[in-house]
């Protein structure tokens, strides 16, 4: 499977640079996948969970509370306002999730969409 670069940027500086498989993100308009070679779109991202399909086939969630995404055929690049990475061994996953947690019911987005959003949260495992 083709690979693209995957790169996510918070104002606290890059927090994920990698070549991926593909990654799912919390469009404003809905979930939405992205692969290598996706045409180009720019798009805002509401306040969910990313999912990404690193090169080694492992899934690493990250939980956002917004911001956008600029997707052309070689790289994706999301700004974000804030977020938490949700993997790691099991303490840190439960750190994460709380972290994530609190930056969701942050967000100003609608109730329905942060509830949907800590749903996904808490069924990661």
Do not use: W
């Amino acid at each position: 499977m083709e690979l693209m670069k995957l790169e996510i940027i918070t104002p606290n500086g890059v927090i994920f640079d990698d070549d991926v498989k593909q990654v799912t993100l919390p469009g404003s308009e809905g979930e939405f996948g992205v692969l290598a070679g996706h045409a180009a779109v720019v798009s805002l991202l509401d306040a969910g969970v990313m999912t990404i399909e690193r090169k080694d086939n492992k899934e690493v969630s990250v939980a956002v509370n917004g911001g956008y995404v600029k997707v052309d055929e070689e790289k994706t690049l999301c700004m974000v306002d804030g977020a938490v990475a949700l993997s790691g061994d099991d303490t840190n996953l439960a750190k994460a999730i709380s972290q994530a947690k609190e930056l969701l019911e942050k967000a100003q987005s609608s109730s329905t969409t942060i509830a949907a959003a800590i749903s996904k949260v808490e069924s990661i495992k």
